[in-house]
């Protein structure tokens, strides 16, 4: 049975940066495309950026198209959502996801979720 936890998450201002990480344990997710969401107070959790299995390709949201940039260490079975520019509005828990399939990881409907982790922009 395989989890996923975050880290990296806390407070910061308007204009800093923050690098948040997603572990998986307990199997290997080499071959799995994984991706981060984010659930702002008050709203549902929404798509934020995709790696796919390999690598090869990403994909954002339009919000953080420019600022976010997501990477993956298959050999740390790792993925990274490096943030730059952080707005008020990028507040939120940030989750992370997996699955052998991008489409249901874009769809919000993976086999594996992280607890989240919260992050807080001030401005």
């Known amino acids: 049975q395989g989890q996923l936890a975050e880290s990296g998450g806390g407070l910061v201002q308007a204009g800093d940066s923050l690098r948040l990480s997603c572990v998986a344990s307990g199997r290997r997710f080499f071959n799995y495309a994984m991706g981060w969401f984010r659930q702002r107070p008050g709203k549902e959790r929404t798509f934020v950026a995709a790696i796919t299995w390999n690598g090869a390709d990403t994909y954002y949201a339009d919000s953080v198209k420019g600022r976010f940039a997501v990477s993956r260490d298959s050999a740390k079975n790792t993925m990274y959502l490096q943030m730059n520019s952080l707005k008020p509005e990028d507040t939120g828990v940030y989750y992370c996801?997996?699955?052998?399939?991008?489409?249901?990881?874009?769809?919000?409907?993976?086999?594996?979720w992280g607890q989240g982790i919260q992050v807080t922009v001030s401005s």
């Open positions: 996801a997996a699955d052998e399939r991008t489409r249901d990881v874009f769809l919000g409907t993976p086999d594996y």
